[in-house]
């Protein structure tokens, strides 16, 4: 029997909350940094004290209207932030400062990468607003709150319900969070929530334009997560229609313990949460010319980046991703390859031996050699100075020192033997030992002529020339037949 085609079709929309890297809060001048001591980073404006006014951060607006052009929005002249009402002890104030009808930004889209090809995805707005503090439950049985985090900046991406499932919503998450972190906006962490999203998720019968009832998915903290909880969210819906049922409107919770998906709370709407213009705070105005600034610095995005590294230096695609998967591992590979021009050798390199040494935190990466050394290692392996083991060798030596690779090939003596007439003798006596494989490459097989070169490495402690050393043994199999 054929499988069953699918009944219904999934869609999915995503809100991201991606914090700005800010040194200071959103309307205060208290530090944002992670891991401090609880409610160490307040002030009366952030613990919300009465008389205590905002006063907004001139840089999280300039990181904003930057993501935002990246994601292709509008930046409008005029945007509105507004309070959004709510009762929860981490929000002092009892308001959030958010945007509401007047965002700073609107109607955008993303590009990803999914089974048929490219895809846009519609980016219906991005908004500034401010997070909230962290409740912390049983702490010996009680639940205590640490401010540090209310008021620093956020964006929110509010993507359009184009995905149909949950691998692209994973690609759609993953291709959004190296577009900011390669405008430097934001660290894409997911675990320390500063990069983190609300999936919601519909189902409706194949064929039918109007959208079905949705759910919102919360406590999404890994791509694995964000992924298993809209998959077994599909798979709920599923049964409940199929019994002829219906989805109601509500927040749910993923459990990655179990895999399941529970009822949080019955969805909120915006009429909920009294929003109204915050009378503290002007409008936010936002010149013309200062949008046109921040546009011509947006730079190549990774995506576009990948696909050149694939067609204009030849490199694999896995290679490409690699290399643009960290905006410091691209800096990095950008600042070898203005110094040595075989990309391809580069990128090898790159994507082993250094990434294996390289130490990530957020948006920065300590990495073993500097450009300037891995440079002149490939340099002198390109010139036939050193040979492929030896290069290895010399690698180890450089790999957290100062040292330069030329000092190393000189302290070590290393040469290369490259002349004919040192490395025949050897070749010949490789070639005697084995006459079999000898009459294998005779007989075509010219893969084995790779044996035989190993075996010359091998005599001559890598130190012979694998092109010479090639050339040489392929005459001698030919002359001797
Ligand atoms: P709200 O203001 O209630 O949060 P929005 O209309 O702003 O609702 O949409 C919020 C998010 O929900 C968007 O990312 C959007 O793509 C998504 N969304 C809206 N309707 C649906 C639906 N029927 N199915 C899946 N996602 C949806
Ligand atoms: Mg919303
Ligand atoms: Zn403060």
Not at 148 to 164: D, F, K, Q, T, Y
Request: charge should be negative.
């Amino acid at each position: 029997m054929p499988p069953m085609p699918a009944r219904y079709e999934p869609v999915i929309g995503l809100e991201v909350h991606a914090q700005l890297l800010t040194r200071t809060k959103l309307f205060c001048g208290c530090s944002t940094g992670f891991g401090a001591a609880p409610n160490s980073h307040v002030c009366p404006t952030c613990l919300g004290l009465p008389g205590a006014l905002p006063v907004l951060n001139g840089r999280a607006v300039e990181m904003a209207i930057f993501a935002a052009l990246a994601l292709g929005c509008t930046v409008h002249e005029s945007s509105v932030f507004a309070r959004k009402n709510y009762f929860y002890p981490d929000l002092p104030k009892g308001y959030q400062i958010s945007q509401y009808e007047l965002p700073l930004a609107t109607d955008g889209h993303l590009e990803i990468d999914v089974d048929e090809g490219v895809k846009r995805v519609g980016i219906i707005r991005v908004h500034m607003e401010e997070d909230a503090g962290k409740n912390v439950h049983g702490v010996g049985g009680d639940s205590l709150v640490d401010l540090n985090r209310a008021g620093v900046p956020l964006i929110e991406i509010v993507g359009a319900p184009e995905l149909s499932s949950a691998a692209e919503a994973a690609a759609y998450m993953r291709t959004l969070r190296d577009v900011l972190s390669f405008l430097g906006v934001n660290d894409g962490n997911l675990e320390e929530g500063s990069f983190r999203c609300d999936a919601n998720v519909s189902l409706r019968p194949v064929g039918q334009a109007q959208l079905g009832t949705r759910t919102e998915l919360k406590n999404l903290n890994s791509f694995r997560f964000l992924s298993r909880a809209i998959e077994v969210e599909i798979a709920r819906q599923t049964a409940i229609l199929d019994a002829g049922g219906k989805v109601d409107q509500e927040t749910r919770s993923y459990d990655p313990d179990k895999n399941v998906t529970r009822t949080l709370r019955s969805k909120e709407d915006a009429h909920d949460y009294r929003y109204f213009p915050d009378p503290d705070l002007p409008p936010l105005r936002v010149a013309p010319h200062s949008v046109e600034q921040a546009r011509s610095r947006l730079g190549e995005l990774p995506r576009a980046r990948r696909g050149r590294y694939e067609t204009e230096l030849g490199l694999s695609a896995q290679a490409a991703a690699t290399l643009t998967g960290h905006p410091a591992l691209t800096r990095y590979f950008e600042d070898v390859l203005s110094r040595h021009a075989d990309a391809v050798r580069v990128a090898n390199w790159v994507t082993t031996e250094v990434l294996r040494g390289a130490a990530i935190h957020g948006l920065e990466a300590e990495l073993p050699v500097s450009a300037a050394q891995l440079s002149e290692l490939l340099d002198l392996l390109a010139a036939g100075k050193i040979s492929g083991k030896q290069a290895k060798d010399v690698y180890a030596a450089v790999e957290g020192t100062s040292k330069m690779p030329a000092e190393v090939v000189a302290e070590l003596g290393l040469t290369v033997v490259s002349s004919e007439a040192d490395l025949a003798p050897i070749c010949e006596r490789v070639l005697a030992e084995h006459p079999a494989q000898v009459e294998q490459v005779r007989g075509g097989k010219k893969g084995v002529l790779g044996f035989f070169v190993g075996q010359v490495m091998k005599a001559t402690g890598g130190k012979a020339d694998p092109r010479v050393v090639s050339q040489l043994l392929e005459r001698l199999i030919n002359q001797t037949g």
